[in-house]
């Protein structure tokens, strides 16, 4: 199960990038508004550092929002 976690993590990673980018946002404007440091939030969207905290104030800050459903298996 956590090899499967780890792959959306990056996933959701490198979608959040394409959302930025689609935003027309920089990096540099995006981390200065979430109070991140720039190589941080590049790591984060490149999916080599998979920060799930960060995930989740980029979706807030693109206004999106995940839910999570448990279900029976």
């Given amino acids: 199960m956590?090899?499967?976690?780890?792959?959306?993590?990056?996933?959701?990673?490198?979608?959040?990038?394409?959302?930025?980018?689609?935003?027309?946002?920089?990096?540099?404007?995006?981390a200065q508004d979430l109070g991140l440091l720039e190589r941080a939030l590049e790591y984060v969207e490149l999916g080599i550092d998979c920060s799930i905290p960060i995930?989740?104030?980029?979706?807030?800050?693109?206004?999106?929002?995940i839910k999570l459903v448990p279900t029976d298996k």
């Fill in 55 to 65: 995930c989740y104030k980029l979706m807030e800050y693109y206004g999106y929002h």
């Fill in 2 to 30: 956590v090899k499967y976690a780890k792959k959306f993590a990056r996933e959701l990673c490198i979608q959040l990038r394409i959302i930025r980018e689609q935003k027309q946002l920089s990096l540099k404007k995006v």
